[in-house]
């Protein structure tokens, strides 16, 4: 069996992977962007500084992302409780039941996919791809893992 490179391997897979998650954003009228906010907002209440560094974007481009996804309902902005400067960003019902459909697709979509491989294969795959993106996240200052937890408001 013939096999790619890596770079090359990792650009196919991510253009595999983008691909279906822009179909499953364009079903649920959301852009790229939309969708990842919506995933980060899932299990975290960022303020938008915080939010800014998680999509990679600048300060103003997110006001901008998340002033639309406010006017559609999707989030909310809350006063932080222990920085009065600060604004936290959440999801509203609308947003999270937005953001569980679209997960729960794009989710089946990738299974279909991987379970082209074998369950170890699998099972490696999903190793190696947390090890590499927990190291390229530490090494951003990024916590993967920050979860919604009471003492962050």
Same mark, same amino acid.
């Given at each position: 069996?013939?096999?790619?490179?890596?770079?090359?391997?990792?650009?196919?897979?991510?253009? =595999?992977? =983008?691909?279906?998650?822009?179909?499953?954003?364009?079903?649920?009228?959301?852009?790229?962007?939309?969708?990842?906010?919506?995933?980060?907002?899932?299990? *975290?209440?960022?303020?938008? !500084?915080?939010?800014?560094? =998680?999509?990679?974007?600048?300060?103003?481009?997110?006001?901008?992302?998340?002033?639309?996804?406010?006017? *559609?309902?999707?989030?909310? *902005?809350?006063?932080?409780?222990?920085?009065?400067?600060?604004? !936290?960003?959440?999801?509203?019902?609308?947003? *999270?039941?937005?953001?569980?459909?679209?997960?729960?697709?794009?989710?089946?979509?990738?299974?279909?996919?991987?379970?082209?491989?074998?369950?170890?294969?699998?099972?490696?795959?999903?190793?190696?791809?947390?090890?590499?993106?927990?190291?390229?996240?530490?090494?951003?200052?990024?916590?993967?893992?920050?979860?919604?937890?009471?003492?962050?408001?």
């Amino acid at each position: 069996m013939a096999s790619l490179s890596t770079v090359d391997g990792l650009a196919q897979l991510s253009f =595999l992977v =983008l691909g279906t998650l822009e179909r499953r954003a364009a079903e649920r009228d959301l852009s790229l962007i939309q969708t990842r906010l919506l995933g980060v907002l899932r299990d *975290r209440r960022p303020t938008m !500084l915080e939010l800014a560094k =998680l999509l990679g974007l600048d300060k103003s481009s997110v006001s901008g992302l998340v002033d639309r996804a406010e006017r *559609r309902g999707l989030v909310a *902005r809350i006063p932080s409780a222990a920085d009065r400067r600060s604004v !936290l960003v959440s999801l509203t019902e609308q947003g *999270r039941a937005l953001a569980s459909e679209a997960a729960a697709a794009f989710e089946s979509d990738v299974t279909t996919f991987v379970g082209l491989l074998s369950p170890s294969d699998r099972e490696n795959l999903t190793k190696l791809v947390s090890r590499l993106l927990v190291a390229h996240a530490t090494a951003n200052g990024v916590d993967l893992f920050d979860t919604l937890l009471p003492s962050r408001e």
